[in-house]
């Protein structure tokens, strides 16, 4: 596991923000996996259960608000990063219209105060996480490209294309590729992804964790937006593509600091009602309601990636197809629920590295 991303992250230093939460938690694991010396810095776990309670990993963990300038300063001071990933942030849409002023709070200048700390404390390399939905969405057909406008419709959505344009702000005004190593020794990418699932995510509001709420309490699940298309693709995914420009950040591939897209193939786009019957195969107890209600806060109904960039210029490619996805989320929650909280991370973090190596895609290759 250690030689994976060309063994670029054995020793080093990484912060990561937003390590209690779901896809934090997978990040810290694999890097931990790797050999990193990570330092997580998160809110206490928003959840219980939570996944970053059920691993055994060896990190850093620092209990914080990323509002909080002088402990970040603190923070950066004391453990020097080499590198810094940025996840951490309010993280739902409608919670987002309940809670307007902490979502931009968290987000915006959560963001703001994370980049500053990395400013003063010359970080080498940040790697920036928004959303899929930081674009100004029009519903139509095709993919969003990295040079298509922010916007967002509901708090959440805005809070983060208002991220996306000042982590942009940063790059063009302190982190120039121009003036790399003359005036400054940092590279800040910002990365995009759509919708993730897999083991370990029990926030509320999203659609795998009701049904796995569900089923598990013996009731059927409510489906608010059955239509709703969203590029579905396992947690892994788009953390290998973190991975992958933290490190060309990291071996100084200025070329590499820029926005990048990392989404499924067109199958992993569904709707909400087929992501219920896929999941069914894995777990015939699912059930499931329709209860549209028309008083509901508005969310989109079409959202779609177009990863050209990543898989051009990066080389970087989706491992699993939707169906192992789904059969993957699915059985994790099972073995959970069903064999006395056992915890299949592990054995999915290595089936993908394994699936990974079989593609022979560029990140599992070593000199």
């Not at 055994?56 to 002088?70: E, G, K």
């Not at 659609?207 to 309490?217: E, G, R, Y």
Request: aromatic letters at 10%.
């Amino acid at each position: 596991m250690q030689n994976l991303f060309g063994g670029i992250y054995k020793n080093k230093k990484v912060l990561v923000t937003g390590h209690t939460g779901f896809k934090g938690s997978w990040l810290v694991y694999w890097l931990d996996k790797m050999g990193a010396d990570v330092i997580g810095y998160s809110l206490e776990a928003p959840t219980s259960p939570n996944h970053i309670g059920l691993l055994n990993i060896h990190i850093t963990s620092i209990i914080a608000d990323i509002r909080d300038l002088d402990k970040l300063e603190q923070t950066f001071a004391t453990y020097k990063p080499d590198i810094v990933f940025h996840l951490a942030a309010q993280a739902l849409v409608r919670p987002s219209y309940d809670n307007p002023i902490e979502t931009y709070e968290t987000n915006v200048m959560g963001t703001l105060k994370v980049l500053e700390a990395c400013r003063k404390h010359s970080v080498k390399a940040i790697v920036n996480i928004t959303s899929d939905k930081a674009y100004e969405n029009k519903e139509w057909v095709w993919g969003y490209r990295e040079n298509d406008p922010m916007g967002g419709y509901d708090p959440y959505s805005s809070s983060k294309g208002a991220a996306d344009i000042l982590a942009t702000s940063y790059r063009n005004s302190y982190f120039n590729v121009q003036h790399y190593k003359k005036t400054h020794q940092t590279l800040l990418a910002t990365c995009r992804a759509g919708n993730v699932i897999g083991g370990g995510d029990w926030a509320k509001d999203r659609l795998m964790t009701d049904i796995m709420l569900s089923v598990s309490n013996n009731k059927k699940v409510n489906i608010r937006n059955p239509h709703a298309t969203r590029p579905w693709q396992h947690v892994l995914e788009p953390l290998s593509g973190y991975l992958m420009i933290g490190q060309k950040l990291l071996e100084e591939k200025k070329e590499f600091a820029e926005a990048w897209n990392f989404g499924p193939s067109d199958e992993g786009s569904i709707t909400v009602e087929e992501v219920v019957h896929n999941v069914k195969k894995h777990w015939n107890a699912i059930d499931y309601d329709i209860n549209q209600d028309i008083n509901q806060p508005h969310e989109a109904n079409l959202l779609k990636l177009d990863c050209s960039k990543a898989h051009t210029l990066l080389r970087w490619k989706d491992v699993w197809e939707s169906d192992m996805t789904f059969e993957k989320t699915v059985k994790w929650y099972k073995a959970f629920y069903e064999e006395d909280k056992t915890i299949l991370t592990q054995d999915d973090l290595e089936s993908y590295v394994n699936a990974a190596k079989n593609k022979n895609l560029e990140w599992t290759i070593y000199d």
